[in-house]
């Protein structure tokens, strides 16, 4: 069975970083995308970043140029580094991975359970 754990949430002050990792276990093929999203207090679930196999990314416009997605294909990790943090930034971030192959066949996308990144001072 294919699951996501995330580690590296915890309070963060404004203008700090903060760096996220989400592991895949089972017995994975290939996972086509791994990206993380984020769900602030009150508000929807959002795409923050995504990165498919070949290292194609997509960010959210409010984290170009401090957020960056990065994976490894070979232990199935995506990684989100935060830099220069905000207040707004606050949210539970959930990793996802779609496109899964592995075995047993399953379902082809998973969530994590989530991590959360409070930003305050």
């Known amino acids: 069975q294919v699951q996501l754990v995330e580690s590296g949430g915890g309070l963060v002050q404004p203008g700090g970083s903060l760096r996220l990792s989400c592991a895949a276990s089972?017995?994975?093929?290939?996972?086509?995308?791994m990206g993380w999203y984020r769900r602030a207090l009150g508000k929807q679930r959002v795409m923050v970043a995504t990165?498919?196999?070949?290292?194609?990314?997509s960010y959210t416009d409010s984290v170009k140029g401090r957020f960056s997605i990065s994976r490894d294909n070979a232990n199935n990790t995506v990684y989100l580094q935060m830099n220069t943090l905000a207040p707004a930034d606050t949210a539970v971030y959930s990793c996802y991975a779609a496109g899964v192959v592995a075995s047993p066949p399953g379902d082809s996308a998973y969530w994590g359970r989530g991590t959360q990144v409070p930003v305050s001072s």
């Open positions: 089972g017995s994975i093929f290939s996972i086509h995308v």
């Open positions: 990165i498919t196999h070949s290292g194609g990314t």
